[in-house]
């Protein structure tokens, strides 16, 4: 057994565990934003969340701690270090979207369809809701802010993700300007990891297309190779026969 192995096995054995506690935490996290509770249900929001924070941070452990090189695993992992130490700053809140994307991608399988089709429309769906969500979050409570409802800031955050940006709706804080700019590098970063992904594709298709080309082909070949052979030895009998008389 190889010193990668435990590592492996741990992150194969908590994806799907991983992804329901990122989709509890999307569900919290929504409450909060759209319904800004109140009393018991504030705090059963802030357990919930609280708990998945929990349940990262125990895998952040676990993997680091099962990693053959615990400090270049550190070195490679600074963002999830992030998303574990710094939970309750607002403006980080949309870097968790990164787990969410990535637990779920992980969970697709190793299927090149699948991936491409579920990639492409849960990464774009969990881009476009989760940035509402944020921006709507920092800006409604800004007197100078455009964007006060979540159909305002869903309809920036398509606008925006798609590179449209008509201008109508536009962060005017701080905290969504940083919004706005992840938003749209995640755009960017989403076409590109679809268009990478399909020509691998394509390049698979041909690749598997030419083998079994040249696979016929040298059937083929061997074929006429055996038809010659027998065709000699015929040949060869019937010159003995013609001698022989």
């Known amino acids: 057994m190889t010193a990668q192995e435990p590592l492996d096995r741990w992150e194969h ?3 799907w565990p991983l992804a329901a506690v990122a989709v509890i935490f999307l569900i919290g996290y929504s409450v909060d934003v ?6 018991l249900t504030a705090q059963v929001v802030r357990v919930l969340t609280a708990l998945c924070w929990g349940a990262f941070a125990v895998d952040y452990a676990v993997r680091l701690w099962l990693a053959p090189d615990r400090w270049r695993w550190f070195r490679r992992h600074l ?3 992030a998303i574990v130490a710094l939970p309750l700053i607002r403006p980080l809140r949309l870097v ?7 637990v779920l991608q992980k969970a697709v399988g190793n299927a090149i369809r699948g991936r491409v089709v579920v990639y492409t429309f849960v990464g774009a769906a969990l881009l476009v809701y989760v ?4 921006v709507l979050q920092a800006e409604r409570d800004d007197p100078s802010a455009g964007i006060t409802t979540f159909g305002q800031a869903l309809w920036w955050s ?3 993700i798609t590179t449209v940006g008509y201008g109508d709706e536009y962060p005017v804080t701080t905290t969504g300007r940083i919004i706005a700019a992840l938003l749209m590098i995640g755009g ?5 990891s679809i268009t990478a992904t399909i020509a691998s594709w394509i390049v698979q298709r041909v690749a ?3 083998t079994t080309s040249q696979a016929a082909t040298v059937e083929h070949i061997e074929d006429l190779r055996s038809e010659i052979r027998a065709l000699r030895a015929e040949l060869g009998q019937l010159t003995a026969r013609t001698s022989a008389n």
């Open 188 to 192: 960017i970063s989403l076409v590109g």
């Open 208 to 210: 598997e297309e030419d």
């Open 79 to 81: 963002l999830d270090l």
């Open 34 to 39: 759209l319904e800004q509770p109140h009393g």
């Open 96 to 102: 968790r979207l990164v787990i969410l994307i990535t």
């Open 131 to 134: 940035a509402s969500l944020a």
């Open 158 to 160: 398509i606008t925006t």
């Open 13 to 15: 054995r908590v994806e």
